[in-house]
């Protein structure tokens, strides 16, 4: 006897296809994945070089209005001057209040690498340098107390 019914096609994906589309996105996502990995640090990076912009930035408004550098980052979010500051070879020196026009900062932000206190400097010949005080290199591979 033969077969008088008219074949039903499903519809539907066949197993080939389904594979086709998964090898598909798994080589999209090969692509992609690898410019998000380093998204963090890369922001974070970029964190850091603007704060450290920002402190330099306060450190020489603070000393071309008063002379001196400061003797503690702290100093550039104070509310009142300050007595006293550093001169470039590390000596305090007396500030005169009515030359102070701070505060420079709101607050005085923590490295965003490392999670502490940046690092700066109060002693001949870096005084009012401030650095990262994060440790390792960064993408590029400089290190972060070089920036």
């Known amino acids: 006897m033969s077969n008088l019914m008219p074949r039903v096609r499903r519809r539907g994906f066949t197993l080939v296809e389904l594979l086709v589309v998964i090898v598909v996105l798994a080589v999209l996502a090969a692509i992609v994945l690898p410019k998000f990995m380093d998204s963090s640090k890369r922001s974070k990076e970029s964190a850091l070089r603007s704060d450290l912009k920002l402190l330099r930035n306060a450190i020489g408004l603070f000393y071309t209005d008063t002379g001196a550098y400061p003797?503690?980052?702290?100093?550039l979010a104070a509310t009142s001057a300050p007595a006293k500051g550093l001169d470039s070879s590390g000596n305090e020196v007396s500030i005169n209040a009515a030359d102070w026009h701070g505060p420079y900062l709101q607050e005085v932000p923590n490295d965003p690498i490392s999670g502490s206190a940046f690092n700066y400097s109060?002693?001949?010949?870096?005084?009012?340098?401030?650095?990262?005080?994060?440790?390792?290199?960064?993408?590029?591979?400089?290190?972060?107390?070089?920036w």
């Open 71 to 75: 003797k503690t980052l702290s100093d």
């Open 122 to 146: 109060t002693t001949a010949p870096n005084v009012g340098k401030v650095t990262s005080s994060a440790t390792g290199n960064a993408l590029d591979g400089t290190p972060y107390s070089s």
